[in-house]
């Protein structure tokens, strides 16, 4: 009697044991489909920063990818810029560049801004930084030269795009930019 009680404690046991590894199983199948859906929705909020990192890490590894077989010459700076202005311009309807052209104080107030404003900062901030000797005199005139360009519209649509704002204006903006920095940047 006393080996039939045995017998039935050890195959509650058994029976308790497989239960609580059939639970464990499905907890672990939960975390992985949680685990999948927290990267998913990392991926979906990060997705540029971290196609970036791949990328520069691609070109790290393999640098003769880029150098010589994608012809930089050509792709970087004709290929890169049409495809991203077509990319932009099939994105927003002809009414957007409308309002955003008529955006007459948005669009001075960018102007000045990057024109006036940086270059003034970064004049004032090169000249400190010469006067303390923290910086040789060649790199303050080069960075005083890069802050009166223009700028640049691929990283301004890509940025702003990421960023949720407003992409007709900052297409309008960066090609005016372009156009208007072939005569500003000279003079400043």
Request: net charge negative.
């Amino acid at each position: 009697m006393l080996s039939v009680h045995n017998n039935l404690q050890d195959s509650e046991q058994v029976t308790n044991e497989s239960t609580v590894g059939a639970n464990s199983d499905d907890d672990n199948g939960a975390s992985k489909t949680s685990k999948w859906q927290k990267l998913q929705n990392v991926y979906s909020t990060q997705s540029l920063l971290i196609l970036v990192v791949c990328a520069i890490l691609l070109a790290y590894a393999y640098p003769t990818l880029g150098a010589i077989y994608l012809h930089p010459e050509i792709t970087a700076t004709w290929i890169a810029v049409v495809f991203i202005f077509v990319l932009a311009g099939m994105g927003i309807r002809t009414e957007e560049f409308a309002k955003a052209f008529q955006r007459v104080g948005f669009n001075a107030f960018c102007q000045i801004f990057n024109f006036v404003v940086v270059s003034g900062i970064v004049f004032g901030t090169s000249q400190c930084l010469v006067y303390l000797d923290a910086l040789p005199v060649g790199l303050t005139n080069g960075m005083i030269i890069c802050s009166c360009l223009p700028i640049t519209t691929n990283s301004v649509v890509t940025l702003t795009k990421s960023a949720g704002g407003d992409e007709a204006s900052a297409t309008f903006n960066a090609a005016f930019g372009n156009m208007a920095g072939v005569f500003i940047s000279p003079a400043l």
